[in-house]
């Protein structure tokens, strides 16, 4: 079955800590993908995307992923967390084909900053 | 700066109950989509439509319905409310169905079924 796989479900750091979430898909074929990011309380945000090109992606709030190809990968970093960074990431996926092309998301990493 | 808007935020219904989570968006896009995100979950896609009058299921459609009379509302419908239909929804819009397109997401309705 088709699937984005996010394999921590929950990270703790320390302000000031590198952080890295995993995320693996497994789709052949050509795919956008996408990080989203909810905050407490809000809804989800936009994070950052990768299409086609450099395969790292810079995005927000000092965010970036590499896309790696051979591994179905698209990790999410940032080397210095900040408390503000607490929220829940998601990790999506558009497989591009002709028709709909939807969205699939997997299922989330809640990060904890803790000042 | 509205965006996509969701009622009620949170409901609480009886088992048979039925009601309307009603979403709308100001940002003229013509594609919305209904989400519900389980525990430990990914969103799963319930229903989207691509423009007013054009429906279309999605991953886990049963016991919903929708209806698109216009291009700023996307209402979902429970019928027959059943415990495994308490999640969280979201509504979304995009400008279209393109990735360069992202979707923006409304803040949520949290619905226990009871």
């Known amino acids: 079955a088709q699937s984005v796989s996010q394999h921590n479900h929950h990270v703790i750091l320390s302000e000031a800590a590198s952080l890295e979430l995993g995320c693996n898909y497994s789709?052949?074929?050509?795919?956008?993908l996408f990080w989203y990011v909810q905050y407490p309380g809000q809804h989800l945000q936009l994070l950052l995307k990768?299409?086609?090109?450099?395969?790292l992606v810079k995005g927000i709030k000092g965010f970036e992923a590499e896309f790696i190809k051979s591994k179905f990968s698209f990790n999410l970093r940032k080397p210095s967390v900040q408390w503000s960074d607490t929220a829940e990431y998601f990790c999506a996926v558009k497989k591009l084909n002709t028709g709909f092309q939807k969205l699939v998301f997997g299922t989330g990493t809640r990060l904890l900053v803790s000042p | 700066n509205a965006g996509v808007t969701q009622t009620p935020k949170f409901r609480i219904l009886k088992i048979g109950q039925s009601m309307t989570l009603q979403c709308t968006q100001d940002m003229n896009h013509n594609y919305m989509y209904w989400y519900r995100q389980d525990p430990g979950m990914g969103l799963k896609l319930i229903y989207y439509?691509?423009?007013?009058?054009?429906?279309d299921k999605g991953e886990v459609p049963n016991g919903y319905n929708v209806s698109r009379s216009t291009t700023e509302d996307f209402p979902l419908r429970l019928e027959l409310a059943a415990p495994s239909q308490t999640s969280v929804y979201f509504c979304?819009?995009?400008?279209?169905?393109?990735?360069?397109?992202?979707?923006?997401f409304g803040d949520g309705t949290r619905l226990s079924i009871l």
């Open positions: 439509s691509v423009g007013a009058g054009i429906t």
């Open positions: 789709y052949g074929g050509t795919v956008n």
């Open positions: 979304a819009s995009s400008s279209s169905g393109s990735s360069n397109q992202p979707q923006h």
């Open positions: 990768y299409f086609s090109g450099d395969p």
